[in-house]
């Protein structure tokens, strides 16, 4: 069953909302401030988010900022009608929806089904506990990878890198991220490990390694995984 992340303060708002969304079928979790609701995303892997612009601890547009630098979560914002500064902020910081107070819960509603939608119908291309693309798949339970149903035989960096990399297929990852993600350390600057281990896991993964069609570089940003829309078999 889908689930919902409601990160706002304002009961009032948050009340009905959370009634219109149970009554699809749908599971909601609250947060009421901004650090509450990145713990909930972090820790309940949510298929939605609705987040207020207006929060007691940081601002709602930071919030979304910070989200998508290690999530692709699909992201509904609720914004204070009136406040004009509002939209040329939306523009800036690469904001998607947006609904204006006050909105209608019958166009919330379908906002929600639409994302949701498309979350369930990858679900179904998706075994449980099973994550594939291209010709390449992840045991998650098991933490193994395979390639064409042979075990790659990953060590344990390498798989918790390809892990995140395919999780957020189609996403660029800074250098600086995968590393925090992946050894929990702030970025060194002068480290080739990340580099060693994305050299080991082209060598493992791709048909020619010297021209990776999973794993691509970013010059001066970081890595890619691509999509599966882009992989042909």
């Known amino acids: 069953m889908p689930t ?16 219109h969304i149970e009554a699809l079928g749908y599971r909601v979790s609250i947060a009421r401030d901004a650090r509450a609701g990145l713990r909930a995303l972090l820790d309940s892997r949510p298929d939605a988010v ?6 007691p601890d940081i601002d709602g547009w930071r919030v979304r900022q910070t989200i998508r630098r290690f999530s692709e979560v699909p992201i509904i914002m ?6 004009e500064i509002e939209p040329l902020r939306a523009l800036e910081l690469g904001a998607g929806d947006r609904l204006p107070r006050p909105f209608s819960f019958q166009d919330l509603v379908a906002q ?19 994550y594939t693309i291209g010709r390449i798949a992840l045991d998650i339970a098991e933490r193994r ?10 060590r344990n960096k390498e798989y918790e890198l390809l892990d995140l990399l395919m999780r957020q297929a189609g996403k660029v990852l800074r250098r600086e991220d995968l590393f925090m993600q992946v050894w929990g350390a702030a970025w060194p600057d002068t480290t080739r490990t990340l580099d ?15 021209v990776p069609r999973y794993i691509q ?8 995984f691509a999509p599966a829309a882009e992989i042909r078999l």
């Open 217 to 224: 570089t970013v010059r001066n940003i970081g890595y890619r």
């Open 112 to 130: 929600i089904k639409l994302f949701l939608r498309g979350v369930e119908q990858a679900r179904c291309h998706q075994l449980p506990g099973h």
């Open 4 to 19: 919902v992340l409601i990160i706002a303060d304002d009961t009032q708002l948050v009340s009905p909302i959370q009634h």
């Open 50 to 55: 609705l987040l207020d612009s207006r929060l």
């Open 78 to 83: 609720l914004t204070a009608l009136g406040l």
């Open 145 to 154: 990878a395979f390639k064409d149903g042979v075990d790659l035989g990953l």
């Open 196 to 210: 060693v281990h994305i050299r080991r896991l082209r060598q493992k993964i791709e048909d020619d390694p010297a």
